[in-house]
């Protein structure tokens, strides 16, 4: 069963403005973390941002934040004031608890292309 | 600087090959991964370790294998009975634990099979 979905595979947005990358997830645990990569053309995987499950406050981390609604299951990226070197590919993970420890699991991703 | 390095960049392997992937981090990382990435696709687990001499299968283990001698090291061998393997490998390591533990990436290396 899919654990992370990202349903837009591509996205546009003109440069300037503000866009929302969506992303929900799917665990039984209680305790579990959200993070964003992104990936440009290079390959380089960056982590952006993060959100634990307890935690009340949406993350934020500069143009990042990260609205967690968590009875919904969601936890989308939302990118402000969007530049032209955003555009890239950017992959929802969670961190979930498996036997013999931890992984993280990546959805399929939505590629970003900002409009000059 | 500390960081995680997979060696080579590119490799080519002929059909019927062995080849070893190369991973190294510095990190102090109790916790190592390997994912597979097609084009225009998400990543997929390959195998992971949360400890020395100890890993599990992730979700496509098939055709793969790993070593955890120490660790610093992840190698992943990509073995003649993975039908499919080109594609682009990145390594990771993190922390343990379910909580802010940002995994941190190599820069890949991309296997071609000619």
């Known amino acids: 069963a899919q654990k992370i979905t990202q349903t837009q595979p591509g996205m546009f947005v003109q440069e300037k403005e503000a866009v929302t990358l969506d992303c929900t997830y799917d665990?039984?645990?209680?305790?579990?973390?959200l993070f964003w990569y992104k990936q440009p053309s290079s390959g380089e995987m960056i982590f952006l941002i993060y959100?634990?499950?307890?935690?009340?406050q949406n993350a934020t981390e500069g143009r990042y934040s990260l609205n967690f609604q968590k009875a919904r299951k969601s936890a989308n990226l939302v990118i402000s004031a969007s530049q032209l070197g955003d555009s890239a590919m950017y992959f929802c993970?969670?961190?979930?608890?498996?036997?013999?420890?931890?992984?993280?699991?990546f959805g399929a991703g939505t590629r970003l292309f900002v409009k000059a | 600087d500390g960081g995680i390095t997979q060696s080579p960049k590119y490799l080519f392997r002929k059909e019927g090959q062995n080849v070893t992937l190369s991973c190294e981090q510095n990190?102090?990382?109790?916790?190592m991964y390997w994912y597979r990435q097609d084009p225009g696709q998400g990543l997929r687990l390959i195998y992971y370790?949360?400890?020395?001499?100890?890993?599990q299968k992730g979700d496509i283990a098939e055709g793969y294998s790993v070593s955890r001698e120490k660790k610093e090291s992840f190698p992943l061998t990509v073995t003649s009975a993975q039908k499919n393997p080109t594609a682009f490998y990145l390594c990771?390591?993190?922390?343990?634990?379910?909580?802010?533990?940002?995994?941190?990436f190599g820069q890949g290396t991309r296997l071609t099979v000619v």
């Open positions: 990771a390591s993190s922390k343990p634990g379910p909580m802010n533990t940002e995994a941190f």
């Open positions: 665990t039984s645990d209680q305790s579990y973390g």
């Open positions: 959100q634990g499950s307890y935690d009340e």
């Open positions: 993970a969670m961190r979930e608890t498996v036997a013999g420890g931890f992984k993280t699991i």
């Open positions: 990190l102090n990382h109790d916790a």
């Open positions: 370790s949360q400890i020395v001499n100890d890993f």
